[in-house]
């Protein structure tokens, strides 16, 4: 079935920035949330993103209303999502409630229709038992800031069919995003790596090998990443990354993914990074310092 209706359900960081790729590749789109009133902030967070592309030389100004006049706004998620062939669930990562969601969606919309997860962490296969058609559901894992970041993690499921793999595939490319196709398992690509090597950096730090700047320093110049791992957890966040460490101590049984002491230690004293202005570095006007 030609994907060419979606609906995005959670108006929130993830799901405003999925609608606005969306709506940019031409698909109609609704944006659920609780309330109307979410559901329209979302949509003025996307006027915000395509002001900045404007601004940028990114996209021309008359672009801006024809973007926005595909964006539907929804507070009710059967109703929202009916006629849609892809439905992508945003909201918060708690497995109960993406079940709930993904229950509800799939009693009430197209037998043919995909249902997606943005799920960073939760187990696909483990959504799919919420379902009566698991072949449908699949994760879709966006980056942030969604209009920006061009990766998108395409988790197949246990029971996720091989059609409903190749049809994401191409949404994900025609919304302009490079797909990486994962098998369900804990971290899928990204955070098992990345997280891996930030609790690495924080060990080496305890361990005196060197300081914070030099450690970010010695994988930006000599392994060319564009941030070094410290930083990296400092915009992201302590607290996030401390949680994701224990999921995956707890699922990979591997001590290469015990939280190190200090991980504990700055979250317990609410050292969270950039957002409380101290982290691995000491944060004023959004610059690391
Ligand atoms: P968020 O809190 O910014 O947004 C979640 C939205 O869902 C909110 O607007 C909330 O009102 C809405 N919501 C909650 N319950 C709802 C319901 N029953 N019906 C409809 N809407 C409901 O969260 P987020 O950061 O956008 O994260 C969403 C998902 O994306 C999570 O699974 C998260 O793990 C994943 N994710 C987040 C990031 C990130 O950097 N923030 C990156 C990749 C993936």
Do not use: C
Request: no cysteine.
């Amino acid at each position: 079935m030609a994907i060419t209706r979606v609906a995005v359900v959670g108006a929130g960081t993830m799901g405003h920035g999925i609608a606005q790729v969306a709506a940019a590749a031409g698909y109609r789109v609704t944006l659920i949330d609780a309330t109307r009133d979410l559901a329209e902030a979302g949509v003025a967070r996307v006027a915000v993103n395509l002001d900045g592309a404007i601004a940028r030389g990114k996209l021309e100004p008359a672009q801006k209303d024809v973007i926005l006049e595909r964006i539907a706004v929804a507070d009710d998620i059967a109703r929202g999502a009916a006629g849609a062939q892809l439905v992508i669930e945003a909201v918060p990562e708690k497995m109960e409630l993406k079940a709930a969601i993904l229950r509800t969606l799939d009693q009430s919309v197209d037998a043919a229709a995909i249902l997606a997860s943005n799920t960073s962490s939760l187990s696909i296969t483990a959504l799919q038992r919420a379902t009566v058609q698991p072949g449908r559901v699949i994760g879709l894992h966006f980056f942030n800031p969604v209009h920006i970041n061009r990766l998108v993690e395409v988790v197949r499921g246990e029971d996720t069919q091989t059609a409903v793999v190749e049809a994401s595939l191409a949404f994900v490319r025609a919304a302009g995003k490079e797909p990486v196709v994962v098998r369900d398992a804990p971290g899928f690509a990204t955070s098992r790596l990345g997280v891996l090597l930030g609790l690495e950096a924080m060990r080496m730090l305890e361990q005196g090998v060197a300081s914070a700047e030099d450690i970010d320093k010695a994988m930006e110049l000599g392994y060319r990443h564009p941030m070094g791992p410290l930083r990296l957890t400092d915009l992201v966040g302590l607290d996030v990354r401390l949680d994701i460490a224990r999921y995956l101590h707890a699922e990979l049984a591997s001590d290469a993914f015990k939280p190190p002491a200090i991980l504990e230690r700055m979250v317990a004293e609410g050292r969270l990074g950039r957002k409380t202005g101290h982290g691995f570095y000491t944060w004023t006007d959004g610059e690391g310092a």
